[in-house]
């Protein structure tokens, strides 16, 4: 009884100091996940941005999803190469009426760790984009567009469980011939402000 009791204790002792270590993903078979402690440590950062701080009725405005990846960590590409990697997935939702283009990546670079021999992944300042058409009938005030980002990040040893992240995008509607100012010239270039 003693021995079992032992053997018992022994046991979670060991489960429990493992939930705490990343594991490599050479020996994590299918799924190559590590500890959610590290995917906390990876912090990376995603937002959404306009091109615009209104969007003019009738008009179309540029978004863009942006994901900050701190340095020695990456994330796997919308195309990722390996077939056990999860690509990443930007999905966009808008108020009925508002269309939405489909989402342009960027392409992967196209990288070999100890876990794959070929893999495609983005790194630091990632930028997807997509264009929001606002109908020349649609009421003004305050709308927003929704976006839902699912990725899988990785460090030179290890991958991450999938990660999926909300980002809210409020944008203000105005009459066509409103004056707006171009915004976050950084992502989209331009400014100052604009009358069409």
Avoid: W
């Amino acid at each position: 009884m003693k021995h079992q009791s032992s053997t018992y204790y022994t046991l979670m002792l060991l489960i429990f100091a493992a939930s705490f270590n990343p594991i490599p993903a050479k020996t994590a078979a299918r799924s190559r996940f590590a500890s959610p402690v590290a995917v906390m440590q990876a912090n990376i950062g995603v937002n959404g941005f306009f091109s615009a701080d209104k969007a003019q009725r009738g008009r179309t405005i540029q978004a863009a999803v942006v994901l900050d990846i701190p340095q020695g960590f990456h994330v796997v590409s919308n195309r990722p190469l390996d077939k056990y990697a999860i690509p990443t997935v930007v999905r966009v939702e808008a108020p009925n009426g508002i269309r939405l283009s489909p989402v342009t990546y960027p392409r992967g670079q196209t990288r070999s760790f100890n876990f794959a021999n070929q893999l495609s992944v983005y790194e630091g300042r990632t930028v997807m984009r997509f264009n929001v058409t606002v109908p020349a009938n649609y009421q003004t005030g305050t709308t927003q567009v929704h976006v839902r980002v699912r990725y899988q990040g990785c460090d030179d040893n290890a991958c991450y469980p999938p990660a999926t992240r909300d980002v809210q995008m409020p944008i203000t509607v105005v009459e066509a011939n409103e004056s707006v100012k171009r915004i976050n010239t950084g992502l989209f270039g331009g400014g100052g402000r604009r009358r069409r």
